[in-house]
């Protein structure tokens, strides 16, 4: 079967009647060994299919601290008290609703759920510049990093989270068009005065937590093997390393995780989450959210262990290796045909450029289950500038207020499944793939309109092949 598509008049793809080039080459097993086959409301929740007896019991423990909520101390739970005195949930899985996608918060909504809002000032002393190069931001100087919606009895929350939508068109090349929903964040009710007049806002929706540890388990090398900085090889696709600070370590490491590739690894990304958005103090992150304007805060009475933190070092340990094996599920591939040409446009508009197919992860002693699995992520865990569209204007480490980290793919069919709704990108304002395909610019912008100029079943079939995945 020969299929026709028009972006430059001149391009033909022959799609053979033996499917056997990508369907193949990206298997149903994009997790390698560690591929869950369960696709449905449960699919982000399973433990590595490869993981033993002990791996097990391990996850499962992790699972506990993961899903249950943390309570005000003093407590009788004495292992999950310390919960603020300022936070943005009681829980992990209040924001990674069974360990998948996050979502805006709704017009009229008090809080904002599962999603939260960065906040900083620009750089402008020298002490400023000195805390930005070793933070990554400056925090605002009354509220923070980050816009914490609630507070444990006598303390205020920070203020109220939301957004309201106005209407974008689009049209397409073959004569249909939809309706973007462009978000415009409103920050109100504020507990503590006025925010200083330059403060950048970036919200962001939780991602999902499938395959983390098989994204932690790529080599830098091979990671920095697809960065191009400079764009020495002429494609406009610029991928860019983010360097952030590495607590455990005490030096500056490659940034994996965060939507601006802001944290190095998921200890350090689960025990910052733990501090900002709970309100947990760790060994690794010792004070709790609390500026000198917020006195209430605090003066709040803390949970705190003998070891000096309200997660012990052991606790985080099993929410690391919990949220290390949070299996990929299977790919569904429901109609071949048009997920092979799906396939084939994918990477004809470039998609697969920042999108990278595969890696193999290295070689891990101490994590047998994730050590050289061959994996299909799609993404290359870099830094691109989308354009100006879904800029936050917020800058992160070596990351500009244009630049995102390429967010993996796999799964991504299954958030309607799994939460029941598909919301995409970093603040959720893309309702489905299409959307989010359509609001990519800067880098992205060549491949935004070669899809764009695909007539709609060949945009449905890219879509499917995506939703596969």
Not at 334 to 356: M, R
Request: hydrophobic fraction near 40%.
């Amino acid at each position: 079967m020969s299929v026709k598509f028009n972006p430059t008049k001149t391009i033909i793809i022959t799609v053979a009647a033996v499917f056997c080039s990508a369907v193949l080459a990206n298997p149903k097993k994009p997790g390698g060994d560690t591929t869950t086959p369960q696709i449905d409301a449960n699919a982000f929740s399973m433990p590595a299919a490869n993981l033993g007896f002990e791996g097990r019991l391990n996850f499962s423990t992790g699972n506990s601290f993961f899903r249950n909520p943390w309570v005000v101390a003093p407590a009788t739970t004495i292992a999950r008290d310390g919960l603020g005195p300022l936070f943005n949930t009681n829980g992990c899985q209040n924001c990674h609703i069974k360990d998948g996608r996050g979502h805006p918060a709704p017009v009229g909504a008090s809080n904002a759920v599962s999603m939260l809002v960065r906040i900083s000032i620009p750089a402008e002393t020298e002490d400023q510049k000195a805390l930005e190069a070793q933070n990554g931001v400056v925090p605002e100087p009354t509220y923070g990093g980050q816009i914490q919606d609630q507070a444990i009895p006598g303390v205020a929350a920070e203020a109220r989270v939301r957004f309201a939508y106005t209407d974008k068109p689009f049209k397409f090349a073959d004569g249909s068009s939809i309706v973007l929903r462009q978000p415009q964040l409103i920050v109100d009710q504020l507990g503590y005065g006025e925010m200083h007049p330059n403060t950048m806002f970036s919200p962001r929706i939780a991602s999902p937590m499938i395959g983390l540890g098989l994204l932690e388990s790529i080599s830098a090398e091979d990671i920095l093997a697809n960065a191009d900085p400079e764009d020495s090889n002429n494609d406009g696709i610029r991928g860019v390393a983010n360097q952030v600070w590495d607590a455990q370590l005490q030096t500056f490491n490659l940034g994996r995780f965060g939507w601006k590739a802001g944290q190095p690894s998921l200890m350090q990304q689960n025990a910052a989450a733990f501090n900002g958005d709970i309100g947990i103090t760790s060994l690794m992150f010792t004070k709790d959210h609390c500026t000198a304007a917020q006195q209430d805060c605090l003066n709040a009475t803390s949970g705190v262990d003998p070891d000096g933190s309200e997660v012990s070092d052991k606790l985080l340990g099993f929410v690391e290796f919990y949220t290390q094996h949070l299996a990929v599920p299977k790919r569904r591939i429901k109609d071949a045909e048009q997920v092979e040409l799906g396939d084939k446009l994918f990477s004809q508009v470039n998609c697969d450029s920042c999108h990278k197919r595969s890696f193999t992860t290295a070689k891990r002693e101490q994590l047998p289950a994730l050590s050289e699995q061959l994996i299909y992520p799609y993404t290359d865990m870099l830094l691109h500038d989308m354009g100006p569209d879904l800029a936050d204007g917020r800058g992160e480490y070596l990351a500009s207020g244009q630049q995102w980290r390429t967010p993996p793919l796999w799964g991504v069919g299954l958030t309607e499944t799994v939460n029941g709704h598909s919301q995409l990108l970093h603040d959720g304002r893309a309702r489905n793939v299409t959307e989010a395909i359509v609001w990519h610019g800067g880098e992205a912008e060549a491949a935004k309109q070669a899809f764009a100029n695909l007539n709609q079943s060949q945009r449905e079939a890219l879509v499917a092949f995506v939703n596969s995945l």
